[in-house]
């Protein structure tokens, strides 16, 4: 199946789940020292910062960082253009569309490289404890404590730079393969992806979404672990926003009927009676998308829908959702064995899907 759809006046969300964040005062901060996401304040400003590990929105639970920042008036996030491994290991560049999503949460972006690594004590042909300019993203901070236009003007302006960082990039990472030792991928791929930038917007957009493509198309013909579904019903979604962005997505499972199209999103647990709790705010922030959702068409028909964060566990017994009376998911925490913590995060999960609009169900 084909969805597509539309975000015709931005998002609205309010997360309920953040965490408590750490405020680190601006003169100490250090970008490769700071938690993954804090407050950051001087005399006058205040900050709530996350930090990407690579550009690749599928590791290390990026979303998770900057959705514990978005109840915070000003968020940044810290991303690096390019991480390489080494060559036996991966090679991620930033993509139009994760930039684009920030902008449609309200999130400037800060583009930065990486400046050192040291060898790897194990994996063989790889780098790692790979450091950030910390200089470069503290004169960007500052910049952005005078800036007063919106994340998505300071977004575009921050692309305008992507090709000097690129090259920054390109010099920093010949220093530290000469350093280590160790053979990084070939410097060819950096500078065709630095004059497709270099090319035009448009040209960055494009290559961009033909890689998010081809990612969809290989998710889309692959049940991932962290994901239990009752059908075999994945479907490509595609999410045009009012600023122009297209988000190429997998829909983990959709259900059809009385007229009404499901899109459902899918975390699962083999050991515990639910996923983590990164798993659940990453299916959050897609529930940010689907929720804001408009125009929806399956196979080009136009449908109801309803978003759906479906946290499923093996050791589970029957099956319980936010739109159920509290009596009834009393009596599933008892039968589950819930403890104190896992009931207090399910409770505060679904107040955070009934104040927005979708639906949480948890079962085996």
Not at 156 to 165: T, V
């Amino acid at each position: 199946m084909e969805i597509s759809a539309e975000i015709v006046k931005g998002i609205s969300y309010q997360p309920l789940l953040q965490k408590q964040l750490k405020q680190i005062p601006f003169g100490d901060f250090d970008i490769n020292k700071i938690p993954v996401s804090c407050l950051v304040t001087d005399s006058q400003n205040s900050f709530a910062i996350s930090r990407w590990r690579t550009p690749k929105r599928t590791r290390s639970y990026p979303y998770e960082r900057v959705y514990n920042t978005l109840s915070a008036s000003k968020r940044i996030t810290i991303i690096p253009v390019v991480i390489d491994e080494g060559l036996k290991g991966d090679r991620d560049f930033v993509q139009w569309d994760t930039i684009a999503l920030m902008s449609l949460l309200d999130v400037y972006v800060i583009l930065t490289f990486v400046r050192d690594a040291n060898k790897h004590p194990k994996l063989a042909g790889k780098i790692t404890n790979q450091k950030l300019d910390n200089s470069h993203v503290i004169n960007k901070i500052s910049e952005i404590s005078n800036y007063f236009s919106s994340a998505l003007h300071w977004n575009l302006k921050e692309l305008a730079n992507l090709p000097q960082i690129l090259k920054k990039t390109q010099i920093a990472y010949e220093q530290i393969s000469l350093k280590t030792g160790i053979l990084l991928h070939s410097a060819e791929g950096l500078r065709k992806f630095a004059a497709v930038v270099e090319e035009s917007l448009e040209a960055f957009q494009k290559s961009s979404r033909e890689k998010a493509l081809g990612a969809q198309r290989r998710e889309f013909a692959t049940l991932q672990p962290k994901e239990l579904l009752a059908t075999a019903t994945k479907a490509k979604i595609t999410i045009t926003n009012f600023l122009g962005g297209k988000y190429y997505f997998t829909v983990d499972e959709i259900k059809i009927e009385n007229g009404i199209a499901e899109l459902i999103e899918s975390k699962h647990s083999n050991s515990s009676n639910l996923p983590s709790l990164s798993d659940i705010k990453d299916g959050l922030v897609k529930m940010m998308l689907y929720s804001n959702l408009e125009n929806v068409a399956v196979d080009n028909v136009r449908h109801i829908h309803r978003s759906v964060l479906q946290l499923t566990g093996n050791a589970l017994v029957s099956s319980i959702t936010s739109e159920n009376e509290q009596k009834e998911q009393n009596s599933f925490f008892q039968m589950n064995n819930f403890n104190a913590r896992q009931i207090l995060l399910t409770q505060n999960l679904f107040a955070e899907a009934r104040q927005n609009n979708f639906v949480v169900r948890i079962g085996n």
